[in-house]
């Protein structure tokens, strides 16, 4: 069965549309699950402080970013192929140097948890749904929307 995930803007556009293969979060919120997660863009925004770091920081975002995101639906699916652990004790250049380094993206945070998403899939037509807290089982006819638009069968 499909996951769900809420994320807030712009940081749901980055991952279905710039390149953002790791969403950080402060616990293991999807445990041993691997697989597809459908990404929902939250209601609320990132924080301007956090967008201009991380714009900053990744230079993968920013002017990029389209006038006009959606809010409040499903608008892509991803797959999360790994999750490990922070790394809080190492800065990020001993981290990218250690044995986990092959792990490393620009998008992770030294002191989260990383969820390590792969084969990013927009949906044409972005799907309303509530968002909610968690990693979340999707309910199935949403989960049928969702692959429809995207041509993979449940």
């Keep these: 069965m499909m996951r769900i995930l809420t994320v807030r803007q712009p940081w749901a556009w980055a991952i279905i549309h710039g390149g953002k293969d790791v969403e950080n979060r402060v616990r293991n919120i999807a445990g041993d699950y691997r697989g597809p997660v459908a990404i929902h863009a939250a209601k609320g925004v990132g924080s301007d402080r956090e967008f201009t770091a991380k714009t900053i920081t990744v230079g993968r975002i920013g002017p990029g970013v389209p006038f006009g995101l959606t809010y409040g639906a499903v608008i892509g699916v991803v797959d999360l192929v790994d999750v ?3 790394a809080a ?5 001993e981290f990218c140097q250690s044995p986990m380094g092959d792990l490393c993206s620009p998008w992770a945070q030294i002191e989260s948890w990383h969820l390590v998403l ?3 899939r927009p949906l044409p037509e972005p ?5 909610a807290l968690g990693l979340r089982r999707l309910d199935d006819e949403t989960t ?6 995207i041509g993979e069968l449940a």
């Design 144 to 149: 049928a929307r969702i692959l429809a638009q």
């Design 89 to 93: 004790d190492l800065t990020r250049d």
């Design 118 to 120: 792969a084969n990013p």
């Design 127 to 131: 799907i309303p749904y509530r968002g």
């Design 84 to 86: 490990h652990s922070p």
